[in-house]
């Protein structure tokens, strides 16, 4: 029973861990690698079926987690665990796992989590004599587990959580399942700080009543900035892009080149689909507010040609610039 309990538990793994890589492929593209090693910590609740351990016996008991992984990518990973808990069925368990663990990702930071794994148990009694119903020291369980989590900054994230360990052997011969909640916070090293949100002060020139007036372009040049992974248009960009617009509408002369930027942050393959989809969408805006698309010259350089030499890093470089001629 115990072997066959693993080796269900590997198969399953192995199964999430492909059926998590195909789902992979479909979610949207985000220039943060999110590749790397991480450690976190717990605290929650163990509870076994009181008609399965000792009479009198606790089949509550607090439980305290340690863990520690490695993720392949945002949605793959490797993991360990080690769960203590106190004064459950007359003994207090210590527990280690390994497995496989999957996330798929709801919103950019918004993030459901399955695991699989094998775990470890020793039993430490706390209470000598011939009971038929202590828990089993030395024994293994397979294990699988589920919850959300919350990523608060680039590094830092917390989660919520339900373990199940399956059969846990009873020194009668018999067997138990554990259930375990948890709360717990994350922290995976090497991800760029968190970018801070920065205002501009847009002047907006009110208009005059002029009967034959052609507007003119107030400005030449224009960088609208992007959050890091973000394509679409935000309102800060839409509002400059409707004043290029109607500049341009009503100076037939004028052309623009609109320049796709990234930071430095991410591979070179994904920062280039990046800016060049930042770019697209600009001028595809334009496009839609009537100015032809002859006029109109995109490129995308990613990070390879910066604005500033602050290491790629700045905000500005996650940008789409456009400068009118």
């Known amino acids: 029973m115990k072997l066959k309990s693993l080796s269900l538990s590997v198969l399953a793994a192995l199964s999430l861990g492909v059926a998590t890589s195909a789902m992979a492929d479909e979610a949207n593209t985000q220039s943060i690698d999110k590749s790397g090693w991480w450690i976190g910590a717990g605290v929650g609740m163990g509870i076994?079926?009181?008609?399965?351990?000792?009479?009198?016996?606790?089949?509550?008991?607090?439980?305290?987690?340690?863990?520690?992984?490695?993720?392949?990518?945002?949605?793959?990973?490797?993991?360990?665990?080690?769960?203590?808990?106190?004064?459950?069925?007359?003994?207090?368990?210590?527990?280690?796992?390994?497995?496989?663990?999957?996330?798929?990702?709801?919103?950019?930071?918004?993030?459901?989590f399955g695991k699989l794994g094998a775990t470890y148990i020793f039993a430490d009694e706390k209470s000598a004599g011939d009971q038929i119903r202590d828990l089993k020291t030395d024994s293994f369980s397979g294990t699988i587990g589920a919850g959300l989590e919350y990523q608060l900054t680039n590094a830092v994230s917390t989660k919520i959580g339900y373990d199940y360990y399956q059969n846990l052997e009873i020194t009668d011969g018999k067997d138990t399942d554990l259930h375990q909640v948890y709360w717990g916070m994350t922290y995976k090293f090497g991800q760029p700080a968190t970018p801070k949100v920065i205002t501009e002060q847009v002047e907006v020139v009110k208009e005059v009543a002029v009967a034959t007036e052609v507007p003119v372009a107030t400005r030449s040049s224009y960088v609208l900035p992007y959050q890091t992974g973000q394509v679409k248009l935000n309102d800060y960009g839409r509002f400059n892009l409707n004043e290029?617009?109607?500049?341009?509408?009503?100076?037939?002369?004028?052309?623009?080149?609109?320049?796709?930027?990234?930071?430095?942050?991410?591979?070179?393959?994904?920062?280039?689909?990046?800016?060049?989809?930042?770019?697209?969408?600009?001028?595809q805006y334009l496009v839609d507010n009537g100015v032809e698309a002859s006029r109109l010259n995109v490129s995308a350089v990613a990070n390879t040609n910066p604005l500033t030499d602050a290491e790629g890093k700045s905000l500005i470089e996650r940008s789409v610039q456009i400068v009118l001629k």
């Open 48 to 112: 076994v079926d009181s008609g399965d351990v000792v009479p009198g016996s606790q089949s509550e008991g607090v439980s305290t987690k340690l863990e520690a992984g490695y993720d392949f990518n945002k949605n793959v990973g490797l993991y360990g665990s080690y769960d203590y808990m106190h004064d459950l069925g007359e003994a207090d368990l210590h527990m280690g796992t390994l497995g496989v663990k999957g996330n798929y990702y709801f919103t950019e930071n918004l993030s459901v």
């Open 244 to 283: 290029v617009a109607s500049t341009m509408r009503a100076n037939p002369e004028l052309t623009a080149d609109i320049v796709g930027r990234t930071d430095s942050t991410g591979s070179q393959a994904v920062n280039d689909k990046v800016s060049k989809a930042r770019a697209e969408a600009v001028a």
